[in-house]
C-alpha cells in the first residue's frame, strides 16, 4: 500500500489567502485523523473523521478552518483567510484498528 | 485528566550505548498505550504498540517497551543504538477511543 498521501508537502502564501491541504487515506480505514505540529505547541490534533463523519472538532482553532471528508478516500482542511501563525506542519492520519499511520505532513508557511 | 508526560526534551547518547526514553500516562489513557518515532522532516511512524497481554512488547528497529501499571509508566529502550536513530520519538495513549493523547515529544540524538 502507498500509505497516507498528502499534497502538497509544501506550501507557501501571503497573509489573507486561502489553503487547501489534501489527504488520501490508507484504502479500507475508516478514521481519518488532521493534526497539526509547531515548535511551540507540539502536535495537536484538530478534527478526526470516521466513516467520513466528523466526530470531533473541538481541536479546530477557529472559524477560518474548516474540513471535511466527500468520500473514503479523500479529505480536505481548508484555511481562509489564513494568518502567518498558521504556519505549520499538518499531518494527516488514518486508521483501522486503533493504531494510526500519519502521512509525510505538508509544511505550510504564511508570510 | 487525560495525560502522557515525557520526562526528557533531549537526551544525548553515545554510539553502541544503551536508552531509555520515558513516558509516564494517567490512568484514563492507559488502555492502548504507543511510541511513534519522527525523522527529521517526516511523518510519525508505529514503532510499537501496547494493547493487552506481555507487558514487555518489542517494536521494529531493535526498540522495546515495557508497560508498568503500578509506576503508570511505559518507557522505551534500546540496547545499543546507532547514528540512524538520531529522532524525536512520541509516546501516545488513549482510553479506548481512536482519539489520542501525545506526550511533548523526546529529542534523541545519537553521539559519533
Known amino acids: 500500500d502507498a500509505g497516507v498521501i498528502q499534497s502538497p508537502r509544501h506550501e507557501v502564501t501571503e497573509m489573507g489567502q486561502e489553503v487547501t491541504l489534501r489527504c488520501k487515506p490508507i484504502?479500507?480505514?475508516?478514521?481519518l485523523f488532521w493534526y497539526r505540529q509547531t515548535m511551540m505547541r507540539g502536535l495537536e490534533l484538530l478534527i478526526y473523521f470516521n466513516n467520513n463523519v466528523p466526530i470531533d472538532d473541538s481541536g479546530m482553532p477557529e472559524d477560518r478552518f474548516s474540513a471535511k471528508m466527500p468520500n473514503a478516500s479523500f479529505s480536505t482542511l481548508k484555511i481562509q483567510p489564513s494568518e502567518p501563525r498558521d504556519s505549520a506542519v499538518y499531518f494527516c492520519?488514518?486508521?483501522?484498528?486503533?493504531?494510526?499511520?500519519f502521512g509525510p505532513g505538508t509544511r505550510l508557511t504564511v508570510t | 485528566a487525560q495525560s502522557v508526560t515525557q520526562l526528557d526534551s533531549q537526551v544525548p547518547v553515545f554510539e553502541e550505548a544503551p536508552v531509555e526514553l520515558r513516558c509516564n500516562y494517567s490512568s484514563s489513557v492507559s488502555v492502548y498505550l504507543f511510541w511513534y518515532v519522527q525523522y527529521p522532516n517526516q511523518g510519525l511512524q508505529l514503532l510499537l504498540k501496547?494493547?493487552?497481554?506481555?507487558?514487555l512488547v518489542k517494536g521494529i528497529n531493535g526498540f522495546e517497551a515495557e508497560f508498568n501499571k503500578s509506576q503508570t509508566s511505559f518507557h522505551l529502550r534500546k540496547p545499543s543504538v546507532h547514528i540512524s536513530d538520531t529522532a524525536e520519538y512520541f509516546c501516545?495513549?488513549?482510553?479506548?477511543?481512536?482519539?489520542?493523547?501525545f506526550g511533548t515529544g523526546t529529542r534523541l540524538k545519537v553521539l559519533a
Open positions: 501516545a495513549g488513549t482510553s479506548g477511543t481512536y482519539k489520542y493523547i
Open positions: 501496547y494493547l493487552s497481554g506481555s507487558t
Open positions: 484504502s479500507g480505514h475508516d478514521y
Open positions: 492520519a488514518s486508521s483501522l484498528s486503533g493504531e494510526q499511520y
